[in-house]
């Protein structure tokens, strides 16, 4: 659901151009040939047979009694923008789990009182936040610096794990409009990129704070999941993808292999994190 950044997500029709609710009922829904379809077992005014939905023209799907719904679906659903809820009969129950998060507001609050700060707090968790990926509290307060400083960095850190994997680099690039025209590494590093935010997201919905409301990020709906997932990048991000691109998938797609090893690096920075206190 992070990919849109990357230009990696096919292209989602806007909610506004969209047809609203699609209500579904005793039946399985499912992956079919790439497109998702329901399985219909009679009822509801949905006659039995299989049926192709159509997701992107929809906002949310209703899965009401008698349902069952797939892994894959979900993963679909996710990556297209469609939500979906299972409810009662007749729309009168909402059973959908909740979404991952704290009973508790204080973290959120407390964010809300720092992001509003602009130029005190907020600011001060920027600089922080470079501190912990740049290795020291630089002395600018203006965002604008601190982002060019960074980037700079950056550069030079892409450059230097590059030599120490092996790998023929030749810069960041990649084209929105056509990823996959990438070369290895690049198309590694967008992989390792989503698969970072998405360990992100489950962070900042665990902790119930406000993915809208980042420190150095400003735009971006995800913006302080964006935050939280570059705190990584030099440690984790960059290096899963440059190992993954190094070893040319190892026989399996070079997005399995670069996910697999963000998610072994992230378990060992997790712990390493944990072992500090």
């Known amino acids: 659901m992070l990919k849109g950044r990357l230009g990696l997500e096919t292209?989602?029709?806007?909610?506004?151009?969209?047809?609203?609710?699609?209500?579904?009922?005793?039946?399985?829904?499912?992956?079919?040939?790439?497109?998702?379809?329901?399985?219909?077992?009679?009822?509801a005014g949905l006659a039995p047979g299989a049926y192709d939905i159509p997701f992107q023209a929809v906002?949310?799907?209703?899965?009401?009694?008698?349902?069952?719904?797939?892994?894959?679906?979900?993963?679909?659903?996710?990556?297209?923008?469609?939500?979906?809820?299972?409810?009662?009969?007749?729309?009168?129950?909402?059973?959908?789990?909740?979404?991952?998060?704290?009973?508790?507001?204080?973290?959120?609050?407390?964010?809300?009182?720092?992001?509003?700060?602009?130029?005190?707090?907020?600011?001060?968790?920027?600089?922080?936040?470079?501190?912990?990926?740049?290795?020291?509290?630089?002395?600018?307060?203006?965002?604008?610096?601190?982002?060019?400083?960074?980037?700079?960095?950056?550069?030079?850190l892409y450059a230097t794990i590059a030599r120490q994997y092996r790998i023929d680099w030749r810069g960041r690039?990649?084209?929105?409009?056509?990823?996959?025209?990438?070369?290895?590494?690049?198309?590694?590093?967008?992989?390792?990129?989503?698969?970072?935010?998405a360990a992100a997201a489950i962070a900042v919905s665990a902790t119930a704070t406000i993915p809208q409301l980042g420190f150095i990020h400003e735009d971006p709906g995800q913006s302080f999941v964006l935050d939280i997932a570059d705190l990584v990048r030099g440690e984790v991000t960059i290096p899963a993808a440059f190992s993954a691109a190094a070893h040319g998938g190892r026989g399996e797609p070079l997005e399995r292999t670069v996910r697999r090893t963000v998610g072994r690096l992230l378990v060992r920075k997790v712990a390493c994190w944990c072992g500090k206190r």
């Open 59 to 156: 906002s949310m799907i209703l899965l009401g009694p008698g349902s069952t719904v797939s892994h894959d679906a979900l993963r679909l659903l996710a990556r297209h923008g469609t939500a979906l809820a299972a409810v009662g009969e007749d729309g009168v129950r909402l059973y959908t789990a909740p979404p991952l998060i704290s009973d508790r507001s204080g973290l959120a609050r407390r964010q809300a009182r720092v992001w509003a700060d602009a130029e005190g707090a907020r600011i001060a968790i920027a600089r922080k936040m470079y501190a912990r990926r740049l290795g020291e509290i630089l002395p600018h307060r203006k965002l604008d610096v601190l982002r060019g400083i960074e980037g700079s960095r950056m550069k030079t």
């Open 11 to 43: 292209a989602r029709v806007p909610h506004a151009d969209r047809h609203g609710l699609l209500w579904l009922s005793r039946g399985a829904l499912s992956v079919r040939d790439g497109t998702l379809s329901f399985l219909a077992g009679g009822g």
């Open 173 to 197: 690039r990649y084209d929105r409009a056509n990823p996959n025209a990438a070369d290895a590494p690049n198309q590694a590093l967008n992989h390792a990129a989503s698969a970072v935010e």
